[in-house]
């Protein structure tokens, strides 16, 4: 079966400084790869996507940006974390017309 | 654009009774999927139900079922037989293919307390 893990579960950060997030799926090959930022009460919004290694889309202009070194890893990254940065980001897997299947979650406050 | 609208932001059921949750949508594709998720405490996103716009019987699983509009856009979820563990969070979501994946476009999300 397959398996979605992302981690840290939770980060505390200052502003400045730089983040890493990652993310990685067992049991299936080439996934289709997602980011997305969860805010205090607010649906999802979709950062990035990926349909292959070294191939990321980025939906929305922002501090973060995403790489895919692996087929089955998927890493969200910024330089310099904003206060605006906060949030619960979620990483998720989907094959090509299927639904998407979530990881446990990150949650990042940047003081 | 695709939007999705939940316009209920909290809920509650008494237990072993049943409850309705309201989602409508907008858009002009004509062939999409909708899903309900769920987001308990521990806030890992786990899917509820799937349905695929082409299909016109509306999808169950187990005491979740949906009653799928598309003339009107709507896409309700119903639980029968409310159960504790079914407080949660719960999110509608418009599935469009785009350049080879998918994005999900969710609502608000309805927050459901199953009281005992």
């Known amino acids: 079966s397959q398996t979605i893990h992302q981690w840290p579960a939770t980060l505390v950060q200052p502003v400045g400084s730089p983040l890493s997030l990652e993310c990685t799926v067992e049991?299936?090959?080439?996934?289709?790869l997602y980011w997305y930022r969860q805010a205090a009460g607010r649906g999802l919004q979709l950062l990035f996507y990926?349909?292959?290694?070294?191939?990321i889309s980025s939906e929305v202009p922002q501090n973060l940006s995403a790489s895919r070194p692996q087929d089955r890893q998927f890493i969200l990254s910024s330089k310099k974390l904003l206060l605006s940065d906060s949030g619960f980001y979620l990483c998720?897997?989907?094959?090509?017309?299927?639904?998407?299947?979530f990881g446990e979650g990150s949650r990042l406050t940047v003081l | 654009a695709q939007t999705v609208t939940q316009s209920q932001p909290e809920m509650s059921v008494q237990e072993a009774e049943t409850v309705t949750l309201s989602c409508t949508y907008d858009?002009?594709?004509?062939?999409?999927?909708l899903f309900w998720y769920k987001q308990p405490p521990s806030r890992q996103m786990i899917l509820v139900i799937r349905?695929?716009?082409?299909?016109?019987q509306n999808a169950t699983e187990n005491r979740f079922s949906v009653n799928f509009q598309k003339a009107a856009k709507s896409f309700s979820l119903k639980i029968s037989d409310s159960q504790l563990g079914d407080t949660a969070m719960y999110f509608c979501?418009?599935?469009?293919?785009?350049?080879?994946?998918?994005?999900?476009?969710f609502g608000t999300g309805t927050r459901l307390t199953v009281i005992p």
């Open positions: 998720a897997w989907s094959k090509l017309a299927g639904e998407l299947f």
């Open positions: 049991g299936t090959s080439n996934p289709n």
């Open positions: 990926s349909v292959g290694i070294g191939q």
């Open positions: 858009t002009s594709e004509n062939n999409y999927y």
């Open positions: 349905q695929e716009a082409y299909k016109q």
């Open positions: 979501a418009f599935m469009k293919h785009m350049a080879g994946a998918n994005n999900l476009f």
